[in-house]
């Protein structure tokens, strides 16, 4: 990370550098609520019939509710990040995800998929919560600089290298509290968790895959034939929101 500036404040820069992630205070929470209450107007009925303890909309069946949550995250994306980069960087609309408020909503401890070659690159992701985000509904909480770890093999259906660790890593994890308006973008490759969400509403984040331009995006699966080989395949930006992430690519090299 030396050298590194991705952002247009420079403290922001060595935030990040040092801990894998930085809070980016926008002043934009009217504009989070409006998608928050769009949101809930397209998508809340069918995830109120989800009977799911986390619910990612990507995981919607195709109809009118998963295309309004795409256009959701597309339209709003030019607004959100607007003076954040100083680097020109692709960004990519992922998807909501959802707690409801219930015992069965936590997310075990991993790292995300790698989405681009990170030998030269660094694969951001911005989550940002629709609400304030707390330990008490399910917020994130993370390992500062775990992004320094070496672990370029992360995928879907790849086994997480540091499975069978959580309890000694779980010593390590902070809770990120976010007000509304808050963005938080971390290096993809952070060691993260959530706890269930224990208050008596949903908490709902958005999110979107970032990197810097030229970006080709990378997808890996396990190889069909020597299972202990990982097969890296070139994908189209929009692949995680249209495709299965636990298979190879339909149409890839």
């Known amino acids: 990370f030396k050298g590194f500036s991705a952002f247009k404040d420079e403290r922001t820069n060595q935030r990040f550098s040092e801990l894998g992630y930085t809070i980016v205070k926008t002043g934009k929470a009217g504009l989070f609520q409006k998608i928050r209450s769009e949101f809930d107007a397209s998508v809340k009925d069918v995830i109120a019939t989800s009977g799911s303890g986390f619910i990612n909309t990507s995981e919607l069946p195709a109809g009118d509710a998963k295309a309004e949550q795409t256009r959701l995250i ?22 909501f995800f959802v707690k409801p408020p219930m015992g069965e909503s936590e997310v075990a401890m ?24 707390t330990i008490e509904n399910g917020g994130l909480q993370v390992i500062p600089g775990s992004h320094k770890i070496n672990n370029r093999h992360r995928a879907y259906s790849i086994p997480w290298r540091f499975a069978g660790q959580e309890k000694v890593l779980a010593d390590s994890l902070m809770p990120v509290e976010l007000e509304l308006g808050d963005v938080l973008i971390y290096d993809r490759s952070l060691i993260h968790y959530s706890p269930a969400n224990r208050s008596d509403k949903p908490r709902v984040a958005m999110a979107y895959s970032i990197a810097e331009r030229p970006l080709q995006f990378l997808h890996l699966v396990p190889n069909s034939e020597q299972p202990n080989m990982i097969d890296f395949y070139e994908v189209s930006s929009d692949f995680l929101m249209n495709e299965d992430p636990f298979s190879a690519p339909k149409n890839a090299k």
């Open 110 to 133: 991993h790292q995300d998929a790698l989405i681009v070659d990170e030998h030269a690159k660094v694969g951001f992701h911005c989550w940002i919560p629709l609400q304030p985000s």
């Open 74 to 95: 597309q339209n709003y994306a030019s607004q959100i990040f607007d003076g954040i980069f100083n680097w020109e960087v692709d960004i990519q609309p992922e998807v």
